[in-house]
């Protein structure tokens, strides 16, 4: 029933953002909350070490690629519980996915290859798409129902595969249904939603069947993470968070001290700051 709700606030509201999006796109940083978030972040936990990749998902487990080149899964208490030492077998990823935290993929758009891992890093299987005729892949991520979502850019398509490579669904080309055709670098699935996200365009929303629903008009965003009923990304030393089920987009300007990060993720009411010396853990007061 929460799923229901969920979907027909979305579709009511579907109209006035479209419309948005078709005159003048709303920019980060207009006619949002502003706050400064240097009284808002308290420092809750430091992960020293040199590390060349950073994520966490929303169970709080962060991932960690080495020097040495390992896959590292450390529990929210920071204990090491699960490494994978074949991460540069095709190379450095191009994408990493954590958002099931079941089911890793490691993408590696060189080889148009993706290797799966299970929650011990464990290798379950990898997939060579160009056997299914997929040349170009822009984006990749699971799906609500353990499958893998993809976006082919060559056939600009939206595909759902299996873990054995077999084509399960696809969307029309959307050079048939859009205009101004993006090209989706990142995919979110939630809440029956799959969204597909174009930092210079904005995000594109589909259903499950691969039908097109709607745009939010959010340009430049880093970092994207969905958590909590809420998209989270960063640009231009700003954090936005834009609540899906009241459509309101919250901004906060950086502390001076987050400058010079190499990477940063929202998360589950933290901040994880990537830096040269370790990982710093914020919570969001």
């Not at 078709?22 to 040199?50: C, H, M, N, R, Y």
């Not at 998902?57 to 040495?68: A, M, P, Q, R």
């Not at 502390?255 to 940063?264: E, R």
Request: with cysteine; glycine share 6%; net charge positive.
């Amino acid at each position: 029933m929460k799923n229901f709700q969920t979907y027909l606030l979305i579709l009511c509201c579907s109209l006035p953002l479209i419309a948005c999006a078709q005159t003048k796109p709303l920019q980060p940083g207009a006619d949002v909350v502003d706050a400064s978030l240097s009284d808002t972040f308290q420092l809750e936990k430091f992960i020293p070490g040199q590390f060349s990749y950073m994520d966490v998902d929303v169970l709080n487990n962060l991932y960690l690629i080495s020097g040495g080149n390992q896959l590292k899964k450390l529990n929210e208490r920071g204990d090491s519980v699960a490494v994978f030492d074949n991460v540069k077998k095709y190379g450095n990823p191009s994408t990493v996915d954590v958002s099931n935290p079941l089911k890793l993929l490691l993408y590696y758009k060189n080889f148009a290859t993706v290797v799966i891992l299970d929650r011990f890093l464990s290798q379950r299987n990898s997939i060579n798409f160009r056997s299914q005729n997929i040349f170009s892949v822009s984006a990749i991520a699971t799906s609500y129902d353990n499958n893998i979502w993809l976006f082919d850019e060559q056939n600009f398509k939206l595909v759902k595969m299996d873990d054995d490579g077999k084509k399960l669904q696809e969307s029309s080309d959307w050079r048939q249904i859009m205009n101004d055709v993006p090209l989706p670098r990142l995919i979110i699935d939630h809440n029956n939603f799959v969204y597909l996200y174009d930092p210079e365009k904005g995000f594109y929303i589909f259903d499950y069947y691969g039908t097109f629903k709607n745009t939010l008009p959010f340009l430049g965003w880093e970092n994207v993470s969905v958590s909590g009923g809420a998209i989270s990304g960063f640009a231009k030393n700003k954090f936005y968070r834009y609540t899906l089920q009241s459509l309101s987009l919250q901004s906060y300007t950086l502390p001076a001290s987050f400058k010079d990060y190499l990477g940063i993720k929202a998360m589950n009411g933290r901040v994880y700051l990537h830096t040269k010396n370790g990982i710093e853990i914020y919570r969001v007061r």
